[in-house]
């Protein structure tokens, strides 16, 4: 009997594995348009948690037999957390090794301007599978907006040391012999500079000349006094009018109190504005105000008289529309 019993359990695993193999030429089942599926294995998954995700995005021609084909091939003992896509011409036994191998496929990680560190946390916890990310506030600067292809599984100390990479590639472009920037900045003040660059205006085309003129009040001794700064001290970043109590808000980052640059950046800034600091033109303009028409663009000004007739134009213009704040 047991003899018996032996031979009927060799007959079957010796069918089984032909069916496994012969799997290399079933395409399996898929969802209902055909198109590639994405499936996200969170770390520890085990392999029942595995067989109810490929079933439940219908990835299964029959969940028997793709078990049996699966603990053949020793998916149950290799199964690793990721993100993982399945073509739509893939076979059993090629998603089968695929998952057994951990072969991920990237996501793309796409940063834009994010303005506090915190919140570029909850986006990567978001995005990724792990959710305990920590960008320390003197590297929330080396953070370079792009998109990126990454795997799920990417760490938070992995995350950092991509961006460090990123960074140094980046910055070895900027720097002169002196370790210093074309306009005598460094690269963590381009950044920082950028930021403000970034807040103020999202036409390109004037960001150099908006650059140029706190180049200019840098090189003076003036203080900067960028509404952004005020607005990010304020903590309130809506503010369409800056008011003398906002002003007055106790802050590093405040330049209408403290002379110079503001500590970290006030946002990721893109690449437009980081070119636009870098490349910033020579010009004689110390002011700028945003233009009455509301069109995003900027009135330029050498002198505090011409200045202050264009922010008296700006104010009566927030008066007509009753825009208070």
């Known amino acids: 009997m047991k003899r018996r019993n032996i031979i009927f359990l060799t007959v079957g695993a010796m069918l089984a594995v032909g069916c496994a193999f012969l799997g290399n ?11 590639p599926t994405r499936i996200y294995l969170p770390e520890g998954s085990s392999y029942a948690a595995l067989m109810d ?3 439940a995005h219908d990835l299964l021609r029959g969940r028997w037999t793709f078990d049996l084909k699966a603990r053949l091939l020793g998916l149950k003992e290799h199964v690793h957390a990721g993100s993982y896509v399945v073509s739509g011409e893939m076979s059993e036994l090629a998603l089968i090794r695929k998952l057994r191998s951990g072969g991920q496929d990237p996501i793309r990680l796409t940063i834009g301007k994010f303005r506090l560190p915190e919140d570029l946390e909850r986006y990567l916890a978001s995005q990724l599978m792990h959710d305990d990310f920590h960008v320390a506030i003197d590297s929330f600067y080396m953070v370079r907006p792009n998109t990126y ?58 960001k150099p000349l908006i650059a140029s003129v706190y180049l200019n009040r840098l090189r003076k001794g003036m203080l900067l ?24 808000t106790e802050s590093a980052y405040n330049t209408y109190l403290h002379p110079g640059l503001p500590p970290a950046p006030i946002c990721l800034p893109s690449p437009s504005s980081v070119r636009a600091v870098l490349d910033a033109p020579e010009s004689s303009y110390l002011y700028f105000c945003a233009s009455p028409e509301f069109d995003g663009t900027h009135r330029f000004a050498s002198t505090l008289n011409e200045h202050g007739r264009n922010a008296a134009e700006y104010r009566r213009a927030l008066d007509r529309r009753n825009i208070v704040r």
């Open 25 to 35: 030429r079933v395409v399996m089942q898929r969802t209902c348009n055909g198109t």
């Open 53 to 55: 995700t490929l079933a």
């Open 149 to 206: 292809e990454v795997y799920w599984t990417l760490s938070p100390e992995g995350f950092m040391r991509r961006m460090e990479r990123e960074w140094e590639v980046e910055r070895g472009k900027w720097e002169v012999e002196s370790g210093r920037c074309r306009n005598g900045l460094t690269p963590h003040d381009v950044i920082v500079m950028a930021s403000i660059v970034e807040e103020e205006s999202n036409h390109d085309a004037e």
């Open 225 to 248: 006094q960028a509404d952004p700064t005020v607005k990010y001290a304020v903590g309130d970043f809506t503010l369409r009018r800056i008011l003398n109590k906002h002003l007055a």
